[in-house]
């Protein structure tokens, strides 16, 4: 976890207030864990406030189903291709989108277009999986996503707040994703009735203080039991038990009422923007990953028609949270990936839908590490194959890792064995990080 | 579950086994009259001393007969078993206490979520469950289970779960192949698919394509039965972009001799047509396949043999099931790249299951009565702790959702009420099915442990603030532990209770102390510090796992 002390000075006497930084209550029993031993440094809060603000956090708008890049940042107008929507211009000289995304087309300083991607797999399931590891399935091993890879990476290792959560809608298929051989630690916190995690609210017929020495008598039961034994599952056991007391301080975070009116209007009163909202004031207080979904793409039929119903609350609900993050000064140290788990055929089949198609589809990067007013590769002109600038799953993640400090060679361990976070030989796109 | 394990597979494909070393002649192994747990120490003990490791001591009565409920009822035992068991003076009372577990009415229903864990990650609907449970009623063996299962007689109201194995796999070709390999075989050949293994030259798309095959006409009629047709051939692409049409193969590279259909009679091949035609709008299960490629799997998976793929596994996920640790692991890489910890001990023990019917009762029994079962699972000598390989320590492991389910209905329950639904012979067996059906639903929440399991916060934040566990668990009316603890006027006996019903033991002093420090600074509102200490006791590893 050293990254978090990156640019930290050293010195003690940084007047930073208390107010906003969420956990000063450090749980009780915390001694548990083998990784749990970093951070002594955050019961002083001015230390705490200014690692916070080294952070740097993630916030995946997942489009699921698979969104048509011709319809968003790829468009072939006037090609057999092309469907009925135009090409704008961007407030970027040379770069340009269709004219369902008008507000992003005016920010698109901050955003760099990847039209370059590859991915080989156009299967719902297996693309997901792709495009959530960041790989294909390997044998004998079962791949941590992005957002546990980087609630790793980014968290902070007793947190105080969620480090992964991870929304989907209704729609969605339920893919859940998932911490594979990093293990239940770094799974998300999911969402999946409402905004709010089951169970972090206390009950009414215990008291605040005897919920926590009650948890501080458990503690002491089972450190006795745990005296001479081993085994991973019994450390994960006790960490989990050691992070309730403080993801129960995080409730407020999940509280869409807490937030202004101003904000929430801006934002607009679709369930993607109130998932968004909350992805924003969990990463305002430290979350490192956050995944929103908006569902469901796969546009068999009426392709236009949907994409002008999704491409355009994308429009909004993004360029409001870029909006939102710059003006809290977080835009920086927030990265905004926009992907799904592949394309659309650039032909268009009798029920004007588009199919599904992952040889020659687009993402999106903006913010954290990111250099906007980019477009990096090229499709051919009626979009059907990548004749620039090739890449594939592997690259957008080592992109992603690079954009945020994080070297994409690093290895994690199983056993003896280096698994690396992306497989060797893999080059970030250099041409979109800042 | 996840079924993506690929793995290393194969070289197995050429069938000797072990080739590091050698297959050992029958002669070299311990005769077979040999008690199964003699056998089991015979090999641990052997590898032990080689590494010169002196293993942990056995454990005490308490904690022995807590491991051995959980491993074959499935359940923690009942204050009144733990306090029987330890003041028993009889000289035989271990076997004895195996014995009844095994005879129990528990046994088939923790047999069957065992199974149900394994073959549907213990989420298969009720009338699967039901089956399975009538099948270990009945002692059905695991040769027969999965001769039902792949191929199930879906016309026959009895038979007819038994179709749900094959039907949730049946629109997904790779996962009948590959979770059929997996758990019957301990092989797992999906990574062999899209390539030839890079490093065992002897591992070909051939097999993967070859096992597929034998699932390659199996498919859901449009009124969702499981049916299989009489022609169609599985072809691949090779690496080389070869295309290639699979021959039926099985792991052992057995080929298997089918009925070509250009040898076939006209009329043969009309009834042939007119059934695959009228098979998928039948409102009733389709007949079988005239020629069934999932017979042909059955037949050459169960030819008699030790050595086979399907005994070997069957002894290994036991194995593992009680040790906490397969002779081979993973489970799903049984080749000869990764060699056995102990390889005569499984060939023994192959040997065994197989010249016994594969009765998994005296399997489970034999290893659970050996030394190497009875092991501490601390390790308070000098030096590092033992590889867990050499079985010298016994192993810290998870409770599965339903065993923790049905073990906090029973810590939780009031002891006195458990001592006489147990000792009444005609109450228990409706009383551990009420228990089991009570349970399931608590498990669905509960994740199923696998490889590298950890707990998550989920469940630690539905332990410490779920409705479920304050209202209903640590409810304190007078059915349930809480409110009997709360009647008990002794706070020393009321604590001793608790830990019994729930720990299955009787505290130390210093337990003892911090909980009665605990109870005495909340005499003003003692219920409520009783659910919270019983809260404690629930909570802590020790519950958790079995150790």
């Known amino acids: 976890m050293a990254h978090s002390f990156r640019g930290w000075c050293g010195s003690a006497d940084h007047g930073v207030s208390r107010r906003g930084f969420l956990g000063s209550t450090v749980a009780a029993g915390s001694a548990f864990a083998a990784n749990m031993t970093v951070l002594n440094v955050l019961k002083n809060p001015a230390l705490a406030e200014e690692i916070k603000r080294q952070e740097k956090r993630v916030i995946l708008l997942w489009l699921a189903g698979g969104a048509s890049q011709l319809e968003t940042w790829d468009p072939k107008p006037g090609r057999p291709t092309g469907g009925p929507f135009r090409a704008i211009d961007t407030n970027v000289p040379g770069i340009r989108i269709s004219e369902l995304m008008p507000k992003l087309a005016q920010r698109q300083q901050h955003t760099a277009i990847i039209r370059s991607l590859n991915t080989k797999n156009a299967d719902h399931g297996g693309g997901t999986d792709l495009m959530e590891t960041g790989r294909p399935k390997e044998p004998g091993i079962n791949y941590p996503d992005l957002g546990a890879i980087l609630a790793r990476e980014l968290g902070r290792a007793d947190s105080q707040v969620p480090d992964y959560v991870s929304m989907y809608t209704s729609t969605e298929g339920r893919h859940k994703g998932g911490s594979g051989f990093l293990g239940a630690r770094y799974a998300p916190m999911f969402l999946d009735k409402d905004l709010t995690p089951d169970n972090i609210r206390r009950l009414e017929s215990i008291s605040d203080l005897d ?80 995944k929103t979904a908006r569902a469901w793409w796969d546009s068999h039929g009426q392709n236009f028609e949907t994409h002008l119903e999704l491409v355009s609350e994308l429009d909004h609900v993004m360029s409001t949270l870029l909006d939102d993050l710059q003006e809290r000064g977080l835009l920086d140290s927030t990265l905004v990936i926009t992907l799904g788990e592949f394309g659309r055929t650039p032909g268009i089949n009798p029920s004007l839908g588009r199919d599904h198609f992952a040889n020659a589809w687009s993402a999106s990067l903006s913010g954290c590490g990111i250099k906007g007013g980019t477009a990096f590769g090229k499709t051919d002109e009626d979009g ?9 799953a592997e690259a957008l993640f080592a992109t992603i890792f690079n954009a945020l400090g994080i070297d994409h060679q690093k290895n994690y361990y199983l056993g003896a064995r280096p698994v690396p976070l992306t497989n060797p030989g893999t080059e970030p796109i250099q041409e979109v990080l800042a | 579950m996840r079924f993506d394990r690929c793995g290393f597979l194969i070289a197995l494909l050429f069938a000797t086994w072990p080739l590091a070393g050698g297959r050992l002649e029958a002669a070299d192994l311990l005769p077979p009259e040999t008690s199964i747990a003699d056998a089991v120490d015979f090999y641990v003990e052997a590898v032990q001393r080689e590494s010169q490791v002196t293993p942990a001591p056995e454990v005490d009565d308490a904690n022995f007969i807590r491991r051995v409920t959980l491993d074959l009822a499935g359940r923690i035992p009942s204050v009144a078993e733990v306090r029987d068991y330890v003041q028993s003076t009889e000289p035989q009372k271990k076997q004895q206490l195996v014995d009844r577990l095994l005879a129990s009415p528990d046994f088939p229903y923790h047999q069957r979520n065992e199974v149900d864990a394994l073959l549907m990650a213990g989420k298969g609907p009720g009338e699967w469950r039901d089956w399975l449970y009538k099948a270990y009623s009945e002692d059905r063996r695991w040769p027969d289970l999965f001769r039902s299962l792949m191929l199930p007689k879906e016309a026959d109201a009895v038979e007819k779960p038994a179709v749900t194995y094959l039907k949730t796999r049946a629109a997904n070709i790779d996962d009948m192949t590959n979770d059929t390999s997996r758990l019957f ?83 043969e091949r009309q009834k042939v047509d007119e059934k695959q035609k009228a098979d998928n709008d039948r409102e009733t299960p389709p007949e079988p396949a005239f020629f069934s490629r999932r017979a042909q799997l059955v037949d050459v998976a169960l030819r008699p043999d030790s050595n086979s793929f399907f005994t070997r596994s069957f002894v290994n996920r036991n194995f593992a099931r009680i040790f906490g640790r397969g002779l081979v692991t993973p489970l799903d890489q049984m080749h000869s790249e990764n060699e056995p910890s102990h390889p ?33 699972s601390r390790w308070e000598q000098a030096g590092d702790r033992p590889a867990d390989r050499l079985f010298a320590v016994a192993a810290v492991r998870p409770l599965t959702p339903m065993q923790f389910a049905l073990s906090l209905a029973i810590a939780t329950g009031n002891p006195a009420d458990l001592a006489g639904q147990q000792a009444a012979a005609d109450q228990w067996p409706n009383r551990r099915r009420d228990l089991e059906n009570q349970a399931y639903g608590f498990a669905q929440q509960l994740e199923l442990p ?59 002093s210093e337990e003892l102390a911090a909980v009665s420090q605990y109870l005495a600074e909340r005499e003003d509102r003692s219920a409520a510090a009783i659910s919270q200490f019983v809260w404690s006791l629930l909570t802590s590893s020790e519950f958790r796992f079995n150790y």
């Open chain 1, 211 to 290: 919920h926590q020495q009650r948890m501080e008598l458990r503690n002491l039961l089972s450190t006795r039991f745990a005296r001479a034994r081993e085994g991973n599952t019994l450390g994960s056991h006790n960490s989990a038990y050691a992070r309730v007391r403080g993801l129960m301080a995080s409730e407020k975070l999940f509280d869409l009422s807490q937030e202004p009116d101003s904000v929430r209007a801006r934002y607009g009163p679709t369930q993607f923007a109130e998932q968004v909202i909350v992805a924003r004031r969990l990463c305002e207080a430290g979350v490192p990953f956050v």
């Open chain 2, 185 to 267: 075989f301990g092989v797992s050949i999906n990574c062999a698919k899209c390539h030839d293994h890079p490093l065992v030259a002897d591992w070909k798309q051939d097999h993967y394509f070859g096992m597929a095959s034998f699932f390659n006409r199996t498919y859901l009629t449009k009124k969702q039965f499981l049916a299989e047709r009489d022609e169609g051939q599985l072809k691949f692409r090779t690496k080389a972009g070869e295309e290639k049409q699979a021959r039926l193969l099985f792991l052992t590279s057995a080929d298997i001799s089918e009925p070509s259909l250009a040898e076939k009679s006209d009329a």
């Open chain 2, 344 to 376: 005569e001990l499984l060939q023994w023990l192959a040997r065994d299951v197989e010249s016994h019917g594969y009765d998994v009762r005296r399997l489970l029994r034999g290893l659970v009565l050996s030394r190497a079962y009875g092991r501490s």
């Open chain 1, 384 to 392: 059907n194959k990548v004749v620039e600038g090739e890449v594939g």
């Open chain 2, 450 to 508: 696998g490889e590298n399991f950890q707990v998550g916060v989920s469940e630690a934040l539905l332990f410490a603030n779920g409705g479920q566990i304050a209202n209903e668990y640590l409810r304190d009316s007078g059915d349930r532990l809480v409110g009997v603890l709360k009647g008990q006027s002794d706070r020393n006996e009321m604590i001793k209770t608790a830990f019994l019903s729930v720990l299955s033991r009787e505290p130390q």
